[in-house]
């Protein structure tokens, strides 16, 4: 595995919560033009993509967090973070960190993370559930 997220558990609606994905390879950052996070509920086929980075440290969030989310990199520690602010019921998923090679924007890695199943590289994926 190449890719481990943490930092989900459960938090009441309001609460914030920082995920963290640890990259084991740095190769893989090395060579990455992208990075995200998606979400998906377990047991359903839909995947929304959250937030992405590109290579040139443009940032794309979707309308569903945006002013909520935000993503960061750390170079030096080859992690990657979301922290999740104003939490909402509707936030509850499996949320997963993605890296790809492809030099893409950071809209269209927000797309590729929605409508695809398979990326170059992604994690196991932690639970985010908000509760009333």
């Known amino acids: 595995v190449q890719l481990v997220e943490s930092g989900g558990g459960s938090v009441e609606a309001g609460g914030s919560l920082r995920l963290s994905c640890a990259i084991s390879v740095s190769e893989i950052v090395f060579r990455a033009g992208y990075s995200g996070w998606f979400r998906q509920i377990p047991g359903t086929e839909r995947r929304d993509g959250v937030v992405a980075l590109d290579k040139d440290g443009g940032q794309a969030v979707a309308d569903a967090v945006k002013g909520r989310f935000a993503m960061s990199k750390d170079n030096a520690k080859d992690i990657l973070y979301l922290q999740m602010d104003a939490l909402k019921p509707e936030d509850t998923a499996m949320y997963y960190c993605?890296?790809?090679?492809?030099?893409?924007?950071?809209?269209?890695?927000?797309?590729?993370?929605?409508?695809?199943?398979?990326?170059?590289?992604w994690g196991r994926g932690t639970q985010v559930t908000v509760s009333l």
């Open positions: 993605v890296v790809g090679r492809p030099p893409i924007t950071a809209q269209q890695a927000l797309d590729v993370m929605t409508e695809r199943r398979t990326y170059n590289f």
